[in-house]
């Protein structure tokens, strides 16, 4: 029974690295490229924030619902896809294919410090309208929104990677699109006043009582 049952435990193991290997090897934003711990590094400049194809012309639009967060707070990053141009496009992607990363003052990226791959089987297309806006959450490696844990400025920027056209075929050649970085204050902590004067107010009552006391 004991064999039997570390030879499946050895079995899960083999299946899960297989399948792990095959979803970064499967990666069309990490095919044949080393591992990168920063976006800029996997797609290139973010200065790249407007797509044009056939008249069709794309931006990535980033929005948040305040500009300044408590230290540990969720920050939530909403995204969009916006066809500005005068003509009708396709694009064709692999999820998750939109992320975003935030860097403090000194450029050092603080989150998610992780590398975006797709997962082969969530292939996905749209059609965008002159006008249209696509809506999309920035893919988040842990699964919890972003948070930061010390206070200053930040810049947050996404990226987008898709291909025009329809056919998922073709993802091997993506293309990046970048957002305009978006600024965000992590404010520091504010030291209760209250609490202090608690323990002032009783020193000066007690200072009060042994004045009389020895006064007296």
């Given at each position: 029974m004991n064999i039997l049952h570390n030879s499946i435990i050895i079995l899960l193991i083999v299946?899960?690295?297989?399948?792990?290997?095959?979803?970064?090897?499967?990666?069309?934003?990490?095919?044949?490229?080393?591992?990168?711990?920063?976006?800029e590094k996997q797609f290139g400049s973010p200065t790249k924030t407007?797509?044009?194809?056939d008249n069709a012309i794309l931006i990535l639009n980033q929005t948040t619902q305040k500009l300044a967060y408590k230290i540990g707070e969720?920050?939530?990053?909403?995204?969009?896809?916006?066809?500005?141009?005068?003509?009708?496009?396709?694009?064709?992607?692999?999820?998750p294919w939109i992320a975003?990363?935030?860097?403090?003052?000194?450029?050092?990226?603080?989150?998610?410090?992780?590398?975006?791959?797709?997962?082969?089987?969530?292939?996905g297309k749209n059609t965008l309208q002159p006008g249209e806006h696509l809506s999309e959450q920035p893919w988040v490696a842990s699964m919890l929104p972003?948070?930061?844990?010390?206070?200053?400025?930040?810049?947050?920027?996404?990226?987008?990677v898709f291909t025009f056209g329809t056919h998922t075929n073709n993802l091997d050649s993506v293309e990046p699109l970048w957002s305009k970085p978006l600024q965000i204050t992590i404010l520091p902590e504010k030291v209760p006043e209250f609490p202090f004067a608690i323990p002032v107010f009783i020193i000066s009552i007690a200072s009060l009582i042994v004045f009389y006391r020895m006064k007296f």
């Open positions: 299946v899960l690295l297989f399948s792990m290997n095959n979803f970064v090897s499967q990666s069309v934003f990490g095919k044949g490229q080393t591992y990168n711990t920063e976006l407007i797509l044009a194809h969720n920050i939530t990053i909403n995204t969009e896809l916006i066809n500005i141009g005068n003509k009708t496009v396709d694009i064709a992607y692999c999820k975003l990363e935030i860097k403090d003052q000194t450029g050092n990226e603080i989150w998610p410090n992780s590398q975006l791959a797709c997962i082969p089987e969530f292939l972003p948070r930061v844990y010390t206070s200053g400025n930040y810049t947050v920027v996404s990226v987008a």
